[in-house]
């Protein structure tokens, strides 16, 4: 079983619609959690970061950590095409560790 | 502008050569990381290193070794490439010790996408 489950799609919406993305995780050490975005030829940057359960707001985006059932999740509200990319949620025991990714979720807003 | 520099884009070797891929960054980091991509797959950890000759295994270290001889630079080497070693390869680096409650912000290289043929 992998450490860290991540839907891979491809999912595509519309532009303006709330697009969900999921990940799963089965180390209960893990306390950092974090979403990348990684657009098309290029490397992953970090787009959000929290250590404890409860949302995160910045914008447009919400990371949301669930520790007792080990699930994150990034919401977009009003999703744009320039959203289109491929979402990592990365994960980490401690802080200044190595990263365990997921697999990584291609998506797409159309226009 | 913080910056994670590898020094090909793209690579085209021959089954059984020797490559080597090259990362700099200019941020001081301790800590520097080789994943390589695939699809389905995701990013898998290859190597990564703390300090300067200091390494650690990843997931998938098999067929690979690093060199960390200064601190800004890590070496991946493919010791004898075969064909599914074909990737995208990116490095990595990040701020070392205990940044407190933030978690690691990992800062990545454009990725080398190499082809054994």
């Known amino acids: 079983q992998k450490e860290v489950e991540q839907d891979p799609g491809p999912l595509s919406v519309p532009e303006g619609a709330i697009v969900s993305l999921n990940c799963t995780y089965s180390?209960?050490?893990?306390?950092?959690f974090m979403w990348y975005r990684q657009y098309s030829r290029k490397g992953p940057e970090l787009l959000m970061y929290?250590?404890?359960?409860g949302n995160k707001e910045d914008g447009r985006f919400t990371a949301q950590v669930d520790k007792s059932s080990k699930y994150i999740s990034l919401f977009i509200r009003d999703s744009q095409p320039s959203d289109s990319a491929t979402y990592l949620c990365?994960?980490?025991?401690?802080?200044?560790?190595?990263?365990?990714f997921g697999e990584g979720t291609q998506l797409t807003v159309n226009p | 502008d913080v910056k994670v520099t590898q020094s090909s884009r793209y690579l085209v070797k021959r089954t059984g050569e020797k490559v080597f891929l090259e990362c700099v960054q200019d941020?001081?980091?301790?800590?520097m990381f080789w994943y390589r991509q695939d699809p389905g797959l995701g990013l898998r950890l290859i190597y990564f290193?703390?300090?300067?000759?200091?390494?650690e295994k990843g997931d998938i270290p098999e067929g690979y070794s690093v060199s960390r001889e200064k601190k800004e630079r890590f070496s991946l080497i493919l010791e004898s490439a075969s064909t599914n070693q074909t990737s995208m390869y990116l490095c990595?680096?990040?701020?070392?010790?205990?940044?407190?409650?933030?978690?690691?912000?990992?800062?990545f290289g454009q990725g080398t996408r190499l082809t054994v043929v």
């Open positions: 929290t250590y404890s359960s």
């Open positions: 180390n209960s050490a893990f306390q950092y």
């Open positions: 990595a680096s990040s701020q070392g010790g205990s940044q407190g409650r933030r978690g690691t912000e990992a800062f």
């Open positions: 990365a994960i980490e025991e401690t802080s200044g560790s190595r990263l365990t």
């Open positions: 290193s703390y300090d300067v000759k200091m390494k």
């Open positions: 941020m001081d980091h301790e800590n």
